[in-house]
Nanobody
Framework: QVQLVESGGGLVQPGGSLRLSCAASGTIWSVNAMGWYRQAPGKQRELVAV???????HYADSVKGRFTISRDNAKTTLYLQMNSLKPEDTAVYYC????????WGQGTQVTVSS
């Protein structure tokens, strides 16, 4: 089992930045890919960014060039650096880890508004 706890969300003005963190614990040695997803009100959860065990990254088109996913070597912490934030980035952001099964954090709210 893998436990995930997100932090770092909040209210930010358009054009601002936030860094989300996801602390992982449990059987983290079994984890392959880790990623960030988000869900806006009335919409389905969508992939934001993912990083594989080989540190290959993939981003949704809507965040390319603005967001950066990274992970420490021990796989204990996943990050999402978000720059040039837009109102449409407003959502609950979820951390995900995969070892053949999917694990999810409880989510952290990001609100981009003036």
């Amino acid at each position: 089992q893998v436990q995930l706890v997100e932090s770092g969300g909040g209210l930010v003005q358009p054009g601002g930045s936030l860094r989300l963190s996801c602390a992982a614990s449990g059987t983290i040695w079994s984890v392959n890919a880790m990623g960030w997803y988000r869900q806006a009100p009335g919409k389905q959860r969508e992939l934001v960014a993912v990083i594989t065990g080989e540190r290959i990254t993939h981003y949704a088109d809507s965040v390319k060039g603005r967001f950066t996913i990274s992970r420490d070597n021990a796989k204990t912490t996943l990050y999402l650096q978000m720059n040039s934030l837009k109102p449409e980035d407003t959502a609950v952001y979820y951390c995900n880890a995969e070892d053949g099964r999917d694990y999810w954090g409880q989510g952290t709210q990001v609100t981009v508004s003036s």
